[in-house]
């Protein structure tokens, strides 16, 4: 038996468990991903995190989907272990960096009385080559092509923010069937490693509402890195402006997203939920 402290923690509703490697040893991480995110046997979460430590960052973080797949990237999650490092003094400045399967990311938190509320992230370059994302589409760039899921067209922006996203612009997201919809995308062939897909609906010039269907995860409150796609897809189809603030409402709350010219911000919140300990 091995037992595992935790902390349940947040991002606009997108929750994962977090483990901290620095003082724990996790042998079977794919396992404890399915176990633990169980919401009705497990702890219940969107996946598992390990803030592991680091040669070239501050730390490094894995994250295991609910289905024990290994993501590369998770905007949400990210902004977690910054506040993990930052509130447990693991780091003693507000400027950090953490080592993901994507690169290194640059983070600045924003703490009250010590304590970490907002984190922006430096998200890196969006990739838009397509056998880079990956898509199968033989194009340099996937922006507003037409494509056949069952029968239906849609017209899809692909786009790479570490994690591959599909983005489809809606007339309406909140009647939008995405239990139905959701997998088709996640598994129809034109993405040989899956993808996340989100659905978007444009407010204005410098708003948008979006609902993701996270490969791995099915449906999330949100999605970090898909709201950074968004927002990309957004600017390539004429319809966001480039570096100027982008409000991307999601149903666990809103992020501010600013698509530079060669890299991408996000800010948003972070929460501590709980702290417990699981024995396997």
Same mark, same amino acid.
């Given at each position: 038996m091995q037992k595992l402290k935790f902390t349940k923690m947040q991002g606009l509703g997108n929750d994962y468990i977090y483990f901290n490697c620095f003082n724990q040893t996790i042998y079977e991480p794919i396992d404890l991903a399915i176990f633990a995110s169980d919401r009705h046997f497990g702890v219940g979460g969107d996946g598992i995190i390990l803030i592991l430590p680091s040669e070239v960052a501050d730390a490094?973080?894995?994250?295991?989907?609910?289905?024990?797949?290994?993501?590369?990237?998770?905007?949400?999650?990210?902004?977690?272990?910054?506040?993990?490092?930052?509130?447990?003094?693991?780091?003693?400045?507000?400027?950090?960096?953490?080592?993901?399967?994507?690169?290194?990311?640059? =983070?600045?938190?924003?703490?009250?009385?010590?304590?970490?509320?907002? $984190? %922006?992230?430096?998200? #890196?370059?969006?990739?838009?080559e397509g056998k880079l994302i990956p898509v199968t589409i033989d194009k340099p760039q996937i922006v507003n092509e037409p494509i056949d899921i069952d029968g239906v067209e849609f017209k899809i922006t692909c786009v790479s923010m570490g994690n591959p996203h599909c983005v489809i612009f809606v007339d309406d997201v909140a009647t939008l069937p995405l239990a139905k919809i959701g997998m088709r995308f996640e598994c129809a062939p034109y993405f040989p490693e899956r993808v996340n897909t989100e659905f978007v609906e444009v407010v204005d010039d410098h708003t948008i509402k979006m609902r993701v269907w996270e490969r791995g995860s099915g449906e999330t409150l949100a999605c970090g890195t898909g709201a950074c796609a968004s927002a990309v897809?957004?600017? =390539?189809?004429?319809?966001?402006?480039?570096?100027?603030?982008?409000? $991307? %409402?999601?149903?666990? #709350?809103?992020?501010?997203?600013?698509?530079?010219?060669?890299?991408?911000?996000?800010?948003?919140?972070?929460e501590k939920v709980f702290e417990g300990e699981i024995e396997l």
């Open positions: 490094k973080m894995r994250i295991f989907n609910a289905d024990g797949s290994e993501g590369m990237m998770c905007g949400n999650g990210i902004r977690c272990v910054a506040k993990y490092l930052f509130d447990n003094k693991m780091v003693s400045t507000k400027h950090l960096t953490i080592e993901t399967l994507s690169g290194i990311k640059k =983070l600045e938190v924003e703490a009250v009385n010590d304590i970490v509320v907002r $984190v %922006k992230v430096d998200m #890196g370059a969006p990739i838009l897809a957004g600017v =390539l189809n004429g319809i966001l402006k480039r570096n100027e603030e982008i409000t $991307v %409402k999601l149903r666990g #709350g809103d992020l501010a997203i600013i698509v530079a010219e060669d890299t991408v911000y996000m800010t948003g919140t972070a």
